[in-house]
């Protein structure tokens, strides 16, 4: 079992940066790949971002193709997403997941894919 707990969210205004952490316990963290969502009020959570295992590749969402980047430092047990260039409609609730199994397309993308997640933190930009 994999506990993960986000930081590093806050208020920030349009155009700045934030890097959010997810620490996860255990010691199986490095064969997880690991994912990134987003939630606004009223909205369905959304894809962000996925890194795999041990290779580091990743893989994200248009809408922040070129503005985040994923990484993660297994010796850390920690996956981050630097935010560059934010955009008010960036702003959301934040959860990493955690997904014991290869995958592809679609099935990347979907939250039913990912079989823990943190608590979430929340990212607001302001004008």
């Known amino acids: 079992q994999v506990q993960l707990v986000e930081s590093g969210g806050g208020l920030v205004q349009a155009g700045g940066s934030l890097t959010l952490s997810c620490a996860a316990s255990?010691?199986?963290?490095?064969?997880?790949?690991m994912g990134w969502f987003r939630q606004a009020p009223g909205k369905e959570r959304e894809f962000v971002g996925r890194?795999?295992?041990?290779?580091?590749?990743?893989y994200l969402a248009d809408s922040v193709k070129g503005r985040f980047t994923c990484s993660r430092n297994n010796a850390k047990n920690t996956v981050y997403l630097q935010m560059n260039s934010l955009k008010i409609e960036d702003t959301a609730v934040y959860y990493c997941?955690?997904?014991?199994?290869?995958?592809?397309?679609?099935?990347?993308?979907?939250?039913?894919?990912?079989?823990?997640w943190g608590q979430g933190t929340q990212v607001t930009v302001s004008s």
């Open positions: 997941a955690a997904d014991g199994s290869p995958r592809s397309g679609p099935e990347s993308r979907s939250p039913n894919s990912y079989d823990y």
């Open positions: 255990g010691r199986t963290f490095s064969s997880y790949y």
């Open positions: 890194i795999s295992r041990s290779t580091g590749g990743t």
